[in-house]
């Protein structure tokens, strides 16, 4: 179900700001792809606001086992391919999306995040069937794909969903978010406050949930902006930023439960 909330756009550095202004922006979010999928679930929070200029996305470093939602590695969750000036990302099992990531870069032949688009629902209906096979037949994953176009001159995304037999789904203009913030207003007013604010109320809400309607959100947010500008010789570049920008309070605590139910660890 789709929600909205307003926010002002201010989850982008200041120089993203300055060239793009203070905009009011609704915040779609990406809905629940029904109980069963969050369940299985492993990567979590997915946050971002898509600009013909610029492209930002939001993700926590937590990874979380499947079933009691404990924390169970510290990773990343979006994955910045340069050559196509673009970024790849997803929700759902780790295994499937970085699988996904793997075979983009090392057997698709393609100039651009649109001439990917041609080819990807076919690779990841085959991919996910074999997934399926291995005993994951209870779990979604959504795959998100960003990048320039060149022949526009602006940036665009793509959602592949299973759910949907990964059909290609070109996104609109905007900002969403996963998971959903229900039917909520909050405001934001500055860069760092905005990012953290929506991490931080996306948390609360996950942990007051029953554990098996949570997703599992902590360790660092990691904030990845692409930001187009003009050369002198008037063609368009792309600059893409990360940061690490937030720290959890629980960071320290979801490390250690981590550690320990590394095979080493498990007869302390």
């Given at each position: 179900m789709l929600t909205r909330t307003t926010w002002r756009l201010a989850v982008l550095p200041p120089f993203v700001?300055?060239?793009?202004?203070?905009?009011?922006?609704s915040c779609r979010a990406f809905g629940r792809a029904g109980a069963t999928g969050v369940r299985r679930s492993v990567l979590t929070v997915l946050n971002f606001y898509l600009h013909e200029s610029v492209?930002?996305?939001?993700?926590?470093?937590?990874?979380?086992?499947?079933?009691?939602?404990?924390?169970?590695?510290?990773?990343?969750?979006?994955?910045?391919?340069?050559?196509?000036?673009g970024l790849i990302c997803g929700i759902g099992p780790m295994q499937f999306i970085v699988g996904w990531y793997c075979r983009a870069i090392t057997s698709m032949l393609a100039k651009g995040i649109r001439h990917l688009d041609e080819f990807t629902p076919d690779v990841l209906r085959e991919m996910f069937e074999e997934y399926e096979q291995c005993g994951s037949r209870e779990t979604t994953s959504t795959i998100y794909h960003f990048g320039f176009d060149h022949d526009a001159g602006c940036f665009i995304g793509f959602a592949y969903r299973s759910a949907e037999g990964?059909?290609?789904?070109?996104?609109?203009?905007?900002?969403?978010?996963?998971?959903?913030?229900?039917?909520?207003?909050?405001e934001f007013n500055s860069v760092t406050?905005?990012?953290?604010?929506?991490?931080?109320?996306?948390?609360?809400?996950?942990?007051?949930?029953?554990v098996q309607d949570q997703v599992g959100i902590g360790g660092h947010?990691?904030?990845?902006?692409?930001?187009?500008?003009?050369r002198d010789d008037g063609t368009y570049g792309v600059?893409?930023?990360?940061?690490?920008?937030?720290?959890?309070?629980?960071?320290?605590?979801?490390?250690?439960?981590?550690?320990m139910k590394l095979p080493a660890n498990q007869s302390l």
């Open positions: 700001l300055s060239s793009i202004g203070s905009i009011e922006r492209v930002c996305v939001v993700t926590d470093t937590l990874g979380v086992h499947p079933e009691d939602k404990s924390p169970l590695r510290l990773t990343i969750k979006a994955y910045p391919v340069p050559h196509w000036q990964f059909v290609s789904e070109e996104l609109e203009y905007g900002a969403w978010i996963h998971p959903a913030l229900g039917d909520s207003s909050l406050n905005s990012l953290i604010s929506i991490a931080k109320e996306q948390k609360l809400r996950d942990e007051s949930a029953p947010l990691i904030s990845y902006v692409m930001l187009r500008f003009e600059r893409t930023e990360i940061d690490r920008c937030h720290e959890f309070p629980d960071y320290e605590e979801a490390y250690r439960r981590a550690c």
